[in-house]
Every structure is written in C-alpha cells, then in structure tokens.
C-alpha cells in the first residue's frame, strides 16, 4: 500500500511537471496579437482593459493558466458588470478579470483540498471514485462562489461603515458652506480632515472635480454609483442645491438629522429582533436547569422513601 501511494504521488507530480512545460513552452511559442501590434502603438490610450495581473514567481508561471482560467470562467458565468459595480462598492482597486483570478484561486485551492480527500478515501475503497469525482467538482464550484459571497460581504460591510460616516460628513460640509465656502471648497476641506469609507468617495468626487468636471455633475455621478439609496439622496440633493441656488447648509443639516433618525429606528429594530433571540438561551438552557434544580432533590428524596 505504501508503494501504490508513492507511485501514485510520484506520477502525479511528473505528469504535473511534465504538463507546466509543455504549456508553458505553448505560450512562449505563441506570440499573441496585442504583443504584436501594441509594440508600434505606444502612445496611443489603451481602451482595452489591462489583463488580470499575478504579482511574483508563481505569477510568472501560473498566470497564464489563471488568466485562461479566468476568462473561461467569465464566459461561463457572466456578469461583468455586476462584479464591476460590486467592487467599486467595495472600495478594492480591482478589475474583473483580478476578481475572475481569484475566484478560480479559490475554487483550486477547495479543488485541491477536496482531491486529497478523495485520494485517501479511494485508497481504502475504490468503488467510491465516482462520488468522490463529484465532490471534487462541487468544491471547486463552491470555492468560486465563497469568493463571489466573500465580495458581498464586503459591499456590505463597507456600506454600514458610509452609513455610520455621513452624519457626521454631511454636518462638517454644513458648517464648512455656513461659514461662507463654497460647495467645492467645503468638499476640499471635509475630505482633507476625514478618514474612512464615505470620505474616500469623496475624495474621488472631488478628483473627478479638480479634473473639470461641475461640482453638481460629479456628485450625480457618484449619486448613480452608490448603492445606498440615503447616500444617493445626500448626494443628489447637493447636485440639486448647487444647480438651483437653494440654501445648502439647512438641506445638509436636515439630511443629517434624517439619517440619525434613520439610524435610531434601525437600532431600535434590530433590539427588537435580539430581544427575541435573547429567549432562546433562557428557555432552552437557563429554564431547563432551573427546573432540574427544582425538582432533583425531590426526585433523590422519593427514591430514598420508596422501599
């Protein structure tokens, strides 16, 4: 048995080394069209996307395999431009096709797992290759979608820290305009003196506004990008302020005090929710030893009585 698991690892490593070479002798062989022309197209603007990037050694040598990976696994799955909008939700200075790369990282990595699982357990029965086969293929399937449900959780996470942020953003911008600034200046100032999630959208805001862009434009723009629907209120609402004339800093103090109150109820809310769940440990743990404090030495005492 020690000998078949030996030559067993041993062949599958020559067959993965053997397998490396020969693809990677392919790609070196194959010079592909963007190589090709963009030698002689330098200074023209890329409007192509740049690759999916793998920084370091293991880049050198699997990337070309991740990133053929990746674009099969984008041509399977789809949704580019939810996984765009995702991650600039998630404030990750990443492309689709970075995203594709992990996602299929992942999936190998659970592949892998999972293989040498099944490698073991059809060693000791091997009528159970078939199953085991299954397996290996929905974890990697699972691999894929923990890092699509990783990326959710991190939108989400980002956006309760902007939530938690724009009071507090919305009041320094309505002091900043109350003392006589005007609406970029305020942005410039507020953004200088913050840290945290909603102030780098901020700062991309006025970026975009140091480029040219209308103060009211850019913060359209960034009212469509959200996906909170109270920041793309505060947003569109200075857009409108600026556009119109209409006092800023009383629309920036009344939004403020609507998210607060937003906030209150949602904390009121959710106490509700845990106060139910509270009653569980009690009725299911607290209660029943109670009971069983109760009533055990009763229990000891008519045992002791009973002939």
Not at 30 to 36: A, K, S
Not at 69 to 86: D, F, H, P, Y
Not at 94 to 114: I, K, M, N
């Amino acid at each position: 048995m020690n000998g078949l698991v030996a030559g067993a690892v041993l062949g599958a490593t020559t067959g993965l080394g053997l397998w490396l070479v020969s693809t990677r002798l392919l790609a070196l062989r194959r010079t592909d069209l963007r190589t090709r022309v963009l030698v002689h197209l330098r200074d023209v603007p890329q409007l192509a996307p740049p690759p999916a990037t793998v920084g370091g050694a293991w880049g050198e040598v699997f990337g070309p395999i991740l990133r053929h990976g990746a674009a099969q696994l984008e041509r399977v799955v789809g949704g580019a431009a939810s996984i765009r909008r995702r991650l600039e939700r998630a404030g990750l200075d990443r492309t689709v096709p970075d995203f594709r790369v992990e996602q299929v990282v992942w999936g190998l990595v659970a592949f892998g797992v999972a293989t040498t699982f099944s490698v073991l357990v059809a060693l000791q029965s091997p009528s159970r290759v078939v199953p085991l086969a299954i397996l290996c293929a929905l974890s990697f399937v699972t691999g894929v979608l923990l890092r699509e449900n990783r990326l959710t959780a991190q939108v989400r996470r980002r956006e309760r820290e902007v939530l938690a942020e724009l009071p507090a953003v919305a009041e320094l911008m309505a002091l900043a305009v109350a003392a006589g600034e005007g609406p970029g200046a305020a942005l410039e100032r507020v953004v200088s003196r913050s840290n945290g999630a909603l102030s780098d959208d901020l700062r991309g805001v006025l970026a975009r506004v140091r480029t040219g862009t209308p103060v009211a434009l850019a913060f359209d723009e960034y009212s469509a990008r959200t996906g909170l629907p109270v920041v793309a209120r505060f947003a569109s609402g200075i857009a409108v302020a600026i556009e119109r004339g209409t006092p800023l800093a009383d629309l920036l103090h009344a939004q403020a005090g609507d998210v607060r109150e937003a906030q209150r109820r949602n904390l009121i809310e959710s106490g509700a929710r845990r106060e139910v769940l509270m009653m569980v440990p009690v009725v299911f743990l607290v209660l029943p030893v109670t009971v069983l404090f109760a009533f055990w030495p009763g229990v000891i005492g008519l045992n002791l009585v009973t002939p």
